[in-house]
């Protein structure tokens, strides 16, 4: 807000000052004013672009392309069924990509597998508000990313289940899938089990290791309701919450988990890739 109201005032300022010279040099008042306002915010009513973050190595030599997305309202959820305005091509259109938008910017949100000698592109092309972007993954080495290893601590992602602490891990963009059965308008319990490695950045070494989870609706046709979008992990590494949905049929749900390079909002700031961790429970509504 200060950097705002100063920006505001210098420009003030300066055109004072363009007027004070316009009159001693009239030649100066034609000349074009290349002054401009910050956008204004939206609530309502904008795009939505892909954001393609990046790629990474798989252990079976298999490469995973990252996305997410920017909703550029602050308060308008879309759902955007998959089909003509929110498709991948070439090849399938449907790549397991979300069909519900949160507002603003969601990073590293899936991956899509590419074989390891892919050496084209994969275009997503979202339809929002009547405005259609698209934008291509690749496999370009600068666009390389280290989304298991943070390169300077070596602080790899949280490991979460679904299914019991011994069940099948996930870390990472690809993360880890489960199933549920639910009823309409009936709250069922959400469980899920997360740990981490406890590696801190330099900076953050005298505060204790973090680890976070936050649930929301990726696809389905009714709305989602959590109890707790974000449950605290208990001493036995799980967290419970439940969730209510509106009207039958089949959802995803994606749960995100987090570690010490910190929550959504600061997931790949600052030319860090890692270290985030995906979950998407898949639940029949009947």
Request: aromatic fraction near 8%; include cysteine.
């Amino acid at each position: 807000m200060h950097t705002s109201i100063r920006n505001r005032g210098f420009r003030r300022q300066t055109s004072l000052g363009v007027l004070a010279l316009a009159a001693v040099m009239p030649g100066l008042a034609n000349a074009q004013d290349t002054r401009a306002d910050a956008p204004i915010p939206h609530a309502v009513g904008q795009s939505v672009s892909a954001s393609f973050e990046g790629w990474h190595r798989n252990t079976d030599g298999t490469r995973s392309l990252v996305f997410g997305y920017f909703n550029r309202n602050y308060e308008q959820h879309l759902d955007i069924p998959v089909g003509p305005e929110n498709a991948f091509s070439p090849g399938p259109a449907d790549r397991e990509q979300p069909t519900h938008f949160l507002p603003r910017r969601q990073t590293g949100v899936f991956a899509v597998v590419v074989p390891a000698d892919f050496d084209s592109q994969l275009t997503w092309t979202l339809t929002a508000n009547d405005q259609t972007i698209s934008i291509p993954g690749h496999v370009r080495p600068e666009w390389e990313i280290t989304a298991l290893e943070e390169v300077t601590s070596g602080n790899t992602p949280p490991v979460v289940r679904f299914g019991g602490p011994t069940g099948d891990p996930g870390q990472g963009p690809l993360g880890v899938r489960g199933t549920l059965a639910a009823a309409t308008s009936t709250p069922t319990v959400l469980t899920v089990w997360a740990t981490d490695d406890g590696v801190r950045r330099a900076r953050n070494a005298q505060r204790p290791p973090s680890l976070g989870l936050v649930w929301s609706k990726y696809r389905g046709p009714g709305d989602v309701t959590f109890a707790d979008p974000a449950p605290a992990i208990g001493s036995t590494a799980r967290a419970d919450t439940t969730v209510t949905f509106s009207e039958p049929g089949e959802y995803v749900l994606r749960v995100l988990a987090w570690d010490d390079s910190g929550g959504q909002s600061a997931i790949m700031a600052g030319g860090f890739f890692c270290c985030w961790t995906n979950g998407y429970v898949t639940v029949q509504v009947q």
